[in-house]
């Protein structure tokens, strides 16, 4: 079992920076798919980026250019990076881990096998 551990969440205000950590434990996951979904309130849980194991990134359009994600896997953790926030970006930061290859990224969050418990995000305007 792998389990995961965000940090970094708070409130700041729009144009802001934060950087959310997500520090897993159990198995070490340099082999992983690592990721970020969001969930704002009376919404889905909607996908935000994905690091393969070989470094690849990908990321929902509405983050390109002020999303970065990453990895350490010295230190088991991944990494997002957020710039530019805006009220929108608004929710409830959950990563997750996943063991399988994954030729397509899927934006289904009940596709993926480890979840952290989330940290809270909030921009004001």
């Known amino acids: 079992q792998v389990q995961l551990v965000e940090s970094g969440g708070g409130l700041v205000q729009a144009g802001d920076s934060l950087r959310l950590s997500c520090a897993a434990s159990?198995?070490?996951?340099?082999?992983?798919?690592l990721g970020w979904f969001r969930q704002a309130p009376g919404k889905e849980r909607e996908f935000v980026a994905a690091?393969?194991?070989?470094?690849?990134?990908h990321y929902t359009d509405s983050v390109k250019g002020r999303f970065a994600i990453s990895r350490d896997n010295a230190k088991n953790t991944t990494y997002l990076q957020m710039n530019s926030l805006k009220p929108e970006d608004t929710a409830v930061y959950y990563c997750?881990?996943?063991?399988?290859?994954?030729?397509?990224?899927?934006?289904?969050?009940?596709?993926?096998?480890?979840w952290g418990q989330g940290t809270q995000v909030t921009v004001s305007s």
């Open positions: 690091v393969r194991s070989n470094g690849f990134t």
């Open positions: 159990g198995r070490t996951v340099s082999s992983y798919l």
């Open positions: 997750f881990a996943d063991t399988r290859y994954w030729s397509t990224i899927s934006f289904n969050p009940r596709a993926y096998e480890y």
